[in-house]
């Protein structure tokens, strides 16, 4: 199976702030990963697909990128509507898999 | 736009089964493949498994092979995800979820509490 390590569980940023959330993949997966946002007692929301494209009606601020194994998310500008849980996946190949995921705060 | 729609929270004994549905609306279920996921609390996502409803097809992760069973009935636009043997361990809230471009789609998640 695929793991995808993600790093880190939790971070605490302050409004305005840029942060940036990071999953290694133990084996290549291409382009084929999601970042999805999850608040309390709601279903994930899906922000960034394939790597680097930003689903419709998300906000600009949010990117994603790929080095190698290497997946980052990237949040600009940061506003209290991020606070959350984020959550990588891949879907190169079953089983599906998804990190750990991070739990950011805003303070 | 498409919209999925599970059943209720369930409350089980331990040992017995549980079936939860997942109603596309908006769209054909056989457009896509239709996926469910576990996520016990304060935990994150587990992949259970897929269907295709054209054909029938399944993939399942290893440690749900002979825990969950899915079915979907094409006449009603619903998928369904059968939990057998449950324990403890399958106190979660499960999803459905679908989409062309990644998991575009989510169920709202039912609860389903295992307990005596």
């Known amino acids: 199976d695929i793991q995808m390590t993600q790093s880190p569980s939790s971070m605490s940023a302050s409004l305005g702030d840029t942060v940036t959330i990071n999953c290694l993949a133990s084996q290549d997966i ?11 007692g709601k279903s994930p929301k899906l922000m960034i697909y394939g790597a680097t494209n930003l689903e419709d009606g ?12 290497d997946y980052s ?21 079953y089983p599906l898999t998804f990190g750990s995921g991070t739990k950011l705060e805003i303070k | ?41 304060g935990q994150g996502l587990e992949w259970i498994g897929r269907i295709d409803p054209e054909d029938d097809s399944t993939k399942y992760a ?16 619903t998928a369904y995800l059968k939990l057998s043997s449950l324990t403890s361990e399958d106190t ?6 679908t989409g062309q471009t990644g998991f575009d789609y989510w169920g709202q998640g039912v609860m389903v509490a295992v307990s005596s």
Request: proline share 4%.
């Open chain 1, 73 to 93: 998310l990237t949040i600009n500008s940061l506003g209290y509507d991020d606070e959350g849980i984020y959550h990588c996946h891949q879907y190169y190949e």
């Open chain 2, 92 to 97: 979660a809230t499960y999803f459905c979820t």
């Open chain 2, 1 to 41: 736009e498409v919209q999925l729609q599970q059943s209720g929270a369930e409350l089980v004994r331990p040992g017995t089964s549980v079936k939860l549905s997942c109603k596309v609306s908006g769209d054909t279920i056989t457009a896509y493949y239709m996926h469910f996921v576990k996520q016990r609390p």
């Open chain 1, 58 to 69: 998300v906000p600009s601020r949010f990117s994603g990128s790929r080095s190698g194994s």
């Open chain 1, 30 to 40: 291409g382009n084929y990963l999601s970042w999805y946002q999850q608040k309390p």
């Open chain 2, 62 to 77: 290893e440690k749900f092979k002979n825990k969950a069973t899915l079915t979907a009935d094409t006449s009603s636009n």
